[in-house]
């Protein structure tokens, strides 16, 4: 038996070989860190995403004066409310062509919370006029706020539809 | 041996490990090395990273721009450390799912080893989300693609107030908050990840984490070169107001998102539940038979915890005497850890075959496979040996050798007290013994072959005795793919034995040693 030192040193040929043996494997490695490239979206694709939050209405019913009598005096709240929230209408056309027209449920276990959604549209590259409408009452006929949009859409674009009702409804990032 | 998969995949492993035998020597086999490769790994990426961190910015708008800063005015240190951290953690990938179809292989997976199995399964997904989180913090093209694509399909649980996506719907959404939770879980993760190694190795006694000195150096320096000729690539910066189309994607750590994006996100979680639930079912699927767990006989243990030192499964304790006898300590099987290998009989000073007076008991003992039936089975098995060079062989279940006449099958080379050897030779019952276990780079029992070893070069208890002939004791190691190489050096070693004079120190066997009766796993067949 020879020491630690000796007994490597004359191991040089396995190591010159071990060494080329995990480098092939390392510079294989490395190749599939990056390669081959992954097409994500086709080329000439656009990407829309319609993305918001809304709450639906509540149904309400005035208080009479009896039950408002009942009440303590700090409790005197003119009106009722169901917990639960109406579902948030959406619909949303390309060119005059639907492609989203959804009861969009409102959140929470109670259903208390505001109704949300995600959606993802992809379209190739080119000029498309968007219409969108949103009624968050079923009680109101038709849409309580209504868009439209022409949009000149490049490829590889990300385009965000937003909503926010304080400031008037649908607007684009 | 039936053909099974497992079997069949048990023998290429076998074939192609004594290719790479040739190539880095059995010491140094990096398939025999996978557990210890996967904790070097972990600590090269451990130390690039917080190298990185140096010279990283954590906030949203400048990590891209670090980023490019260190790969390129930086790349002889930084740049090196970002492509040493990216290949390290891909390697690690690699070399867990390696080790992971090996142990499976190795069919070291079930009965009462299932707890390295189970504690595996999360490792598999720690790797997975520290690669992802790590990915994210680049902010590029391709951190852009990981954090939508990612995004999305955690939204599709419904278990977030606000869908996070939209954290990556136009520019000026984008939060530096969440940034900062990725940077700060790109942390915390593979911290966890440590843990969880941690606990993966902490039924197995003295498991190997750091790979053998000259392997780990082969292995940075090959990754050393690798990352300065193929410094990791970088892609453009993110920008929300574009959407990734084709990303340079990394094959080990992301390989999911191109199946993320194809399938339904309901089928995502499902496969995702059903791998896991599958995998960490292995163990139970079927489960296998083992036999009964080491018994102690107190009157016959002096506590030299010597099988406590020797057992791979940390499935002995020592604990205070209980039973009056003067000495310090006595020894407690943990019976749902023990595999019955039979490794501490093996080691036990009272194990042996010479005691003539009364019934034959050790101070730890299989139940199904007790010393007295062992001895037995030496006798019967020395019964079908027959003219010049008769040579006895103790067979490990797991390495190359099949039933054969003469031939004693065992649990675990090392479960033989070499007094046993002894015995055979100077009781006449053999010309020699040959002592066949699993491959040398990696014993079905981890220590196994080392204990085996050590007894025999009498570097540790109980030793072979010096009077033992060297010249009449063969060992060879051999995995299930050696038969032929086996076969031939058993008759080499019978060939040499018949031309040696008779052995001078024959105390041939008396009536009362031969009175057990042999098991049915052993002796002559
Ligand atoms: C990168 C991640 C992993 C590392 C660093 C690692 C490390 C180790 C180490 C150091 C050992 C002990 C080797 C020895 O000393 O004999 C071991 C054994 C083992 N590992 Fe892993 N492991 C990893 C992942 C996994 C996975 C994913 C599985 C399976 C789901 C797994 C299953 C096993 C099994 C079954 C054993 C054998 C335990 C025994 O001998 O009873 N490991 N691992
Ligand atoms: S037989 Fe002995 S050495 Fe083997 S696992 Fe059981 S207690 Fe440990
Ligand atoms: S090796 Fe034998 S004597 Fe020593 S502690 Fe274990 S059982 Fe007792």
């Known amino acids: ?150 949009v000149d859409l490049h490829p590889a674009e990300s385009l965000a539809v937003d909503f926010d009702a304080a400031s008037g409804g649908f607007f684009l990032h | 041996m039936t053909a099974g998969p497992r079997a069949v995949l048990r023998h290429g492993f076998d074939r192609l490990e004594r290719i790479l035998d040739r190539a880095f020597g059995p010491d140094w086999n990096p398939l ?23 010279f990283f910015d954590t906030g949203v708008t400048d990590a891209y721009a670090s980023v490019t800063w260190l790969s390129a005015d930086h790349w002889w240190h930084a740049g090196v450390a970002r492509s040493l951290h990216r290949y390290a953690s891909d390697l690690m990938v690699v070399v867990m799912f390696t080790h992971l179809i090996r142990e499976w292989a190795m069919d070291r997976y079930r009965g009462r080893r299932w707890f390295s199995w189970i504690t595996g399964v999360p490792v598999i997904w720690f790797v997975y989300l520290s690669g992802i989180t790590g990915y994210w913090l680049v902010w590029d093209d391709l951190a852009q693609y990981v954090a939508l ?156 915890a010597r099988c406590v030192a020797d057992c791979p499964y940390a499935a002995i304790t020592l604990v205070p005497r209980s039973d009056g006898l003067p000495f310090a300590h006595e020894v407690e099987v943990n019976a749902a850890r023990c595999v019955a290998c039979g490794i501490c009989m093996g080691a036990c000073p009272s194990s042996t075959p010479f005691r003539r007076s009364g019934e034959l008991i050790t101070g730890i003992d299989l139940p199904d496979r007790p010393l007295a039936a062992l001895r037995a089975d030496a006798i019967a098995a020395s019964g079908a040996l027959a003219g010049a060079g008769r040579v006895l062989t103790l067979a490990c279940a797991h390495g190359a050798a099949g039933a054969a006449p003469g031939r004693i099958i065992l649990p675990c080379v090392a479960m033989a007290p070499p007094s046993l050897v002894d015995f055979i030779i100077s009781r006449g019952l053999a010309d020699g013994v040959a002592v066949a276990g699993c491959a040398e780079r990696d014993c079905f029992n981890r220590l196994g072959v080392a204990w085996t070893r050590a007894r025999f070069a009498r570097e540790r208890d109980p030793y072979l005795r010096a009077r033992v002939p060297r010249e009449r004791v063969l060992t060879v190691w051999a995995g299930p793919s050696e038969r032929p190489r086996l076969e031939a050096e058993l008759s080499a070693f019978a060939g040499r034995l018949a031309t040696l004079p008779a052995y001078e120190n024959l105390r041939p066997l008396g009536d009362d040693e031969a009175a057990a009766t042999p098991t049915r796993e052993g002796g002559a067949r």
């Open chain 1, 1 to 150: 038996m020879t020491g630690p030192r000796a007994s490597w040193l004359g191991r040089l040929p396995q190591i010159a070989l071990g060494g080329v043996l995990i480098l092939a494997l390392v510079l294989g490695v490395a190749t599939l860190s990056a390669r081959p490239a992954w097409q994500s979206l086709a080329p000439g694709i656009a990407l829309v995403r319609l993305s918001l939050t809304h709450s639906g209405a509540r149904n309400c019913r005035d208080r009479t004066a009896d039950e408002l009598a009942k009440l303590p005096k700090n409790m005197r709240s003119p009106q009722v409310c169901e917990r639960r929230r109406a579902p948030v209408r959406v619909e949303m056309d390309v060119d005059g062509h639907s492609v989203l027209a959804a009861d969009l449920p409102p959140s929470g276990l109670a259903g208390s919370g505001p109704s949300r959604i995600y959606h993802r549209i992809e379209l190739p590259a080119g000029s498309y006029r968007l219409d969108l409408r949103l009624s968050d009452d079923p009680a109101t006929q038709g849409f309580e706020y209504v868009a439209a949009f022409d």
């Open chain 2, 32 to 54: 025999a090395q996978l557990g210890p490769l996967g904790w070097f790994l972990f600590w090269i990426v451990a130390v690039t990273g917080i190298y990185l961190f140096i």
């Open chain 2, 149 to 304: 694509t990612s995004t999305e399909l955690l939204d599709s649980l419904g278990i977030f107030a606000e869908p996070i996506a939209r954290n990556f719907l136009a520019p000026e959404l984008l939060s530096s908050r969440f940034f900062t939770l990725m940077v700060f879980l790109h942390i915390a993760i593979p911290l966890l990840l440590l843990l969880l190694m941690w606990i993966h190795i902490q039924r197995i006694t003295s498991a190997r984490t750091r790979p053998p000195r000259v392997l780990g150096a082969i292995t940075l320096g090959a990754l050393v070169v690798g990352s300065v000729a193929m410094p990791a690539p970088l892609g453009r910066a993110a920008d929300l107001a574009t959407v990734p189309t084709r990303v340079d994607l990394d094959w080990f750590l992301l390989s999911l998102y191109p199946v993320i994006e194809s399938l339904p996100a309901g089928a995502i979680w499902a496969g995702v539940a059903g791998f896991t639930v599958l995998l960490a079912g292995l163990p139970w699927l079927p489960p296998r038979r083992e036999g009964a767990a080491a018994a102690v006989f107190l009157d016959h243990c002096n506590g030299c």
